[in-house]
């Protein structure tokens, strides 16, 4: 991804075919009936890339990108009804206005999650559709132009519409191909996989969502624009409507939701079988069309869930990582920046825990917390379950925010401060599960940690490289994570983590359900990273492979700081045998 | 009464279990100890039915559980208390001992048995109408219990009790666990990170280790022997 | 009669209209709110499963409208009441066939992901039952006749002025108030309602108590459906529908179970009560057009401004 240039090329060679096919196909056919069908099947799939780059890549579900269309409907409309102006002009506006629109929504919804956010973006076009009617809107004709018809984008030539849609459907596949093969893309999917994990690598999860939602607006309302300029009457049911919405989203998700081709598949194929049957069934069967496409939502989520692209693809070929190389093979590969400099010797404290307490309701987690740990040193954080580790981790990381308490990271307070801003000031984080791209190369899963550090896509890729093989997992860059065992993504998650050239890393459990051999590998990746200057924090459980790694502990237990120091002193310390070993354990030792 | 044959189980590729025995005699107190991940709680689960074994059997007093549902398999007098209590949180104290005697065995020894609870743990019949999720671990650790024991269980399993409990509400577990056990002669299956106590209480033990069984035998044995020493010290 | 009185006889008109529809309205989401706020399943077809019940009591009112056994005063509620058992069974088949593939312990391991295939899986099968009962009714409102929907009883005011109580409304007030304490007992207090909430609460704890989970589920989902598609028939009696109506309720019904707290059956009631509340008293001074608009502003400040509702115990799950 990203700086693919062969890859990229292709695709758009295959967008470029595919706008001369169907602009060959439209100039061909003469029935005006088919003409409207080869119009209106770009203008749905604009409506599926328009949804797909919201909700295809980020995994927010929007039921309600009707608002878009039915505002760039309007646009149009009354710009050209009250103000004479033609629709060239009308449908730029028009995106000018969904793109205000999709700021305005987009900036208090992204704060609902899931099904919130899905029913919140619902309220919106039905809001709209009662809102229009009220203003008096309740079915608008756009006049016709018998004098400068063209200039008022009406023709007579039904052609000349199939020309205009494909136009706009190129725009959709250039756009969409610019965000996919970009970091946008590949941000708004790491968003999709694990939003807190993208948060803590670094990435600012709303600005990416804001200008998901912008360019997904602009597009829609293009379309919406375009599209009362076909049908030349506009209601507030026929642009606000449930199906519209609707349509969008099944278009997508049944060619595939997150891929450049997908809404074109579902266009392609459900819009012509939709109004064929709407057609011939229409008057008997009214609302046959909603009828295909809940019958078809149905079908794919329960029997082809990512789409019939990837059940076609998969058909075809085993699951591989897409083949898109990245910029090593192509033979010039960017300066990276030298790795940091190795710490004075000096041990200097890079991180200052001071009194940092947390409660949820009634319950203490984190209680009166504080310690040292300094640069380049391997602090070892161990506990019983419950004991308010991985809540520490959390407001270190700035996914909580303390009742009390400091956090000073060489210098700069940390509370208050967003995850991917602590990031950014050179902290990174693991988590306990590892959830990756299984679809995509190990080396795409790892760029995401790298964005952070690097402003172009190429030099985050050499990166990404880099990280890999400091953690000895160079050989499977190539290899799809689906296909890794546990310690691979373990080692991968290290390798995001290292990808954003942490000055502290905080490793939440990276042992679990490893076997021993292969614990022993991670604990000397893990060395050898400390070795480089990195400062290691990590929780576990496992008092064996703590020992053997970690210079200090520090013993949680419920909330409070039950021990600190050398390894050796902590685990004879009587208090944490109570604690964590049982009572009866120190008086069989005795 | 319990017998688990070489069981395997994978969860999406990871092997959780590998070639698993063990055996739980009528009336006997058996341990299973190991460090986290090691499989234990998977063990439980499949005995209980929530997972489903790649391979092997499990037979309990004759029947072969894996033709029995989940749901049936606690009617067959199962009892699993599950790791971190798992309370029904909305429900009251008194409503999540109902729903542990929900099996007709439960239902018909309701009387005795809910005195039985009440006596071994006080503190839930003061607060019996209270919503379970208000309560603190320890006390939602004895109402699992109690939910447990409320179905008049011929096996009682036991997924680490003392999981985030304070030492002294840990010990008071333990206290009443092997009470019950010794009053009643329950049979009980107890998993354990607390190495000491688990082996205390049981007859026999067995240690499991990323999903193999390294070591088993009786009790002294185990405290006795060196690589149960190592896993939990490292030294 | 000065303007201040005026004032004060439409607000108490719109006040008591606004309780009666409240009931109902907090029927319905009692419904949803077994729904989704006990078992977390997200049902965007509930408001179909509304409009079904509308339609079933349209056709059963006219079915039995020959037979003098009812006397035609009733037969409509009556009819409102029967959807009830068979959208149940509409609802169980629903969450057996469909539902339960997305829902359960299967999917409950995978963080939020059961959520997108719920709202995608209800939303397809809501287009189906939308545009079938454009099929089979046609899509011209329709409503159901009583010969209470035009008569009130008249409350007169010190002046001479008065509030009138639509007597149709109001028996279909007093029958959801009825049926939400009937489901209020029964999910609170009978053995299988304790059962229900404890599958919802925690499937495999449930499970390790000898609880069907599945067929629990599949019982709860009916319930939901049934009392919501009576509520639909009680609301067929004083106004007109057709099919796409189930829309517009959708929204009603979530912010009302919301308004109240996820997880809180009184608070959904109370949470639908205060929406029918706001949507008569906006009448006041807003068009009809804007007055579902009001509801869907109250609905978004709701979840952005305090998510756990009014009576909600528990910090909306992740």
Same mark, same amino acid.
């Given at each position: ?141 756009? &006049? ?8 008022? @984008? ?7 519409? $199939? ?22 893309? @590949? ?88 109004? $064929? ?71 200097? &404290? ?123 997992? +160079? ?70 492979? @703590? ?16 021990? +600190? ?13 109570? +604690? ?11 | ?70 749901? %049936? ?12 209590? %798992? ?19 439960? /239902? ?31 006390? %939602? %650790? ?51 990170? /607390? ?41 | ?73 009733? *037969?409509?509620?009556?009819?409102? *009441? ?128 000898? *609880? ?107």
């Amino acid at each position: 991804m990203g700086s693919g240039r062969g890859d990229m090329t292709r695709a758009l060679i295959a967008i470029a075919a595919i706008g001369a096919i169907w602009l060959a196909i439209g100039l061909l056919v003469s029935n005006s009936y088919y003409q409207l069908m080869l119009t209106l099947v770009p203008i749905w799939a604009v409506m599926g890339l328009s949804w797909n780059l919201l909700s295809g890549y980020t995994g927010l579900v929007s039921f309600g990108h009707a608002s878009f269309f039915g505002l760039g409907a309007y646009t149009v409309t009354i710009a050209l009804v009250r103000f004479d102006v033609t629709p060239w002009f009308g449908i730029p506006l028009g995106m000018l206005v969904g793109m205000v629109a999709a700021v305005v929504i987009g900036y208090p919804t992204f704060r609902l999650r899931g099904h919130y956010f899905a029913l919140a973006m619902l309220a919106y076009p039905l809001a709209l559709l009662y809102v229009f009617e009220w203003l008096g809107y309740q079915e608008v004709a756009l &006049p016709m132009k018998r004098e400068a018809a063209a200039w008022f @984008m009406q023709f007579a030539d039904p052609r000349a519409y $199939t020309v205009i849609a494909v136009a706009l459907l190129l725009l959709a596949l250039v756009v969409s191909l610019g965000v996919e093969r970009s970091r946008f893309g @590949m941000s708004l999917l790491a968003i999709k996989q694990n939003e807190p994990a993208a948060e803590a690598a670094g990435i600012d999860t709303l600005r990416w969502k804001m200008r998901a939602i912008m360019v997904s607006g602009a597009l829609a309302a293009a379309v919406g624009g375009f599209y009362a300029v076909v049908l030349l009457v506009v209601t507030p049911s026929s642009v606000f409507g449930m199906l519209t919405s609707a349509q969008a989203l099944i278009v997508a998700l049944f060619g595939g939701a997150g891929t450049l081709w997908g809404p074109l598949i579902g266009a392609a194929v459900l819009i012509p079988l939709s109004e $064929t049957l709407r057609a011939e069934l229409g008057d008997v069967v009214p609302g046959i069309q909603g009828i295909v496409y809940g019958v078809a939502i149905i079908l794919v989520i329960l029997l082809a869930p990512e789409g019939v692209f990837w059940r076609v693809r998969d058909r075809f070929s085993p699951v591989r990582a897409q083949p898109r190389t990245d910029a090593s093979t192509s033979g010039s590969s960017p300066r990276v920046a030298a790795p940091r400099p190795t710490p004075p010797t000096k041990r200097v &404290p890079i991180l200052r825990v001071a009194s940092l307490t947390k409660s949820f309701g009634g319950l203490r987690a984190v209680e009166d917390v504080s310690f040292e740990v300094e640069e380049g040193a391997l602090l070892g954080i161990i506990g019983p379950n419950g004991a308010g580790k991985t809540t520490l981790f959390n407001l270190l990381n700035g996914f909580l925010l303390p009742d009390q308490g400091q956090i000073l990271f060489a210098g700069t307070e940390l509370v208050g401060l967003k995850p991917n801003r602590i990031c950014r000031l050179g902290v990174g984080r693991t988590f306990q599960t590892v959830r990756a791209f299984a679809r995509m190369s190990v080396l795409q899963n790892t760029v995401v940690g790298a964005y952070v550090s690097e402003a172009t896509d190429a030099a985050a890729f050499a990166l990404a490289r880099q990280a890999l093989e400091r953690v000895d997992l +160079a050989a499977r860059a190539d290899a799809p994570a689906g296909e890794l065992t546990n310690k691979e993504l373990r080692l991968m998650e290290l390798a995001r983590a290292m990808a954003g050239r942490p000055r502290l890393l905080l490793l939440d459990e990276p042992l679990a359900g490893l076997g021993s051999a292969e614990i022993g590998e991670l604990l000397s990746v893990i060395r050898s990273l400390s070795a480089d200057g990195v400062t290691v924090v990590i929780i576990e459980h496992t008092m064996q492979a @703590m020992m053997r790694l970690v210079d200090r502990l520090i013993v949680l237990d419920h909330g409070r700081v039950l021990a +600190a120091g050398q390894a050796r002193e902590v685990t004879s310390d009587p208090s944490v045998i109570e +604690a964590y070993l049982g009572k009866k354990w120190s008086a069989a030792r005795a | 009464m319990l017998e688990v044959d070489a069981i395997s189980v994978a969860y999406r590729g990871l092997k959780a279990l590998t070639e698993v025995s063990l055996r739980v005699p009528e009336g006997a107190f058996v341990a299973i100890i190991g460090p986290n991940g090691a499989g234990k709680t998977t063990l439980f689960k499949t005995v209980s039915g929530t997972v489903r074994p790649l391979g092997g059997r499990i037979r309990f007093r004759g029947h072969d559980l894996l033709n029995v549902s989940p749901s %049936q398999r606690a009617l067959l007098g199962i009892a699993h208390v599950p790791e971190g209590r %798992q309370v029904f949180s909305s429900l009251t104290v008194l409503e999540n001992l109902e729903m542990g005697a929900y099996c007709s065995e439960g /239902r018909a020894h309701w009387g005795r048995n809910i005195e039985r609870i009440f006596s071994l743990f006080p503190v839930l019949a003061d607060r019996r109408r209270q919503l379970a999720g208000t309560l603190s671990g320890g006390e %939602q %650790q004895m109402l699992a219990i109690g939910r447990g024991i409320a179905s008049s269980p011929k096996l009682l399993m036991l997924d680490e009790p003392s999981m985030g409990l304070s030492p002294t509400a840990a010990d008071t577990i333990f206290e009443r666990i092997e009470a019950l056990h010794q009053e009643e002669g329950l049979t009980t299956l107890l998993v354990e990170q /607390r190495v000491v106590e688990a082996l205390d209480s049981c007859d026999t033990g067995y240690v499991l280790e990323a999903g193999r069984v390294i070591l088993e035998g009786p009790r002294d044995a185990l405290l006795a022997d060196d690589r149960v020493r190592r896993s939990y010290l490292g030294i | 009669m000065s303007g201040l009185a005026g004032l004060a006889e439409s607000f108490l008109q719109a006040l008591t209209a606004g309780l009666l529809v409240g009931c109902i309205y907090g029927l319905m989401c009692l419904g949803l709110g077994l729904i989704f706020g006990v078992m977390r399943v997200i049902n965007f077809a509930q408001g179909d499963f509304l409009m079904l019940g509308m339609y079933f009591t349209l056709y059963l009112t006219a079915g039995l409208a020959g037979t003098a056994v009812f006397g035609t005063v009733a *037969i409509p509620f009556i009819a409102a *009441i029967c959807a009830g058992p068979v959208l149940f069974v509409g609802g169980y088949f629903l969450h057996r066939l469909l539902v339960s593939r997305v829902t359960g312990i299967r999917v409950a391991g995978i963080e939020g992901e059961g959520h997108y295939a719920q709202l995608i899986l209800t939303l397809g099968v809501a287009l189906i039952l939308e545009n079938g009962g454009l099929i089979l009714f046609g899509s011209t409102p329709k409503s159901v006749r009583t010969p209470l929907s035009a008569s009130a009883w008249e409350i007169p005011l010190h002046d001479t002025s008065a509030v009138f109580v639509n007597k149709a409304r109001s028996i279909a007030a007093l029958i959801s108030i009825a049926a939400a304490a009937g489901l209020y007992w029964f999910i609170g207090h009978s053995r299988l309602g304790k059962a229900l909430r404890a599958a919802a609460d925690n499937p495999e704890a449930a499970t390790y108590m000898g *609880i069907d989970v599945d067929r629990a589920h599949r019982i709860a989902f009916g319930i939901g459906t049934g009392v919501t598609a009576v509520a639909g028939g009680l609301v067929a009696t004083y106004s007109s529908f057709q099919p796409y109506v189930g829309l517009e309720f959708v929204i009603i019904m979530y912010a009302g179970v919301v308004l109240g707290g996820m997880g809180s059956m009184l608070g959904a009631f109370w949470g639908g009560m205060t929406i029918g509340l706001v949507q008569q008293l906006s009448s006041l001074f807003l068009s009809p057009q804007l007055q579902n608009s009001a509801i869907f502003v109250v609905f978004l400040l709701i979840v952005l401004i305090r998510p756990q509702g009014l009576f909600g115990r528990r910090a909306e799950r992740t």
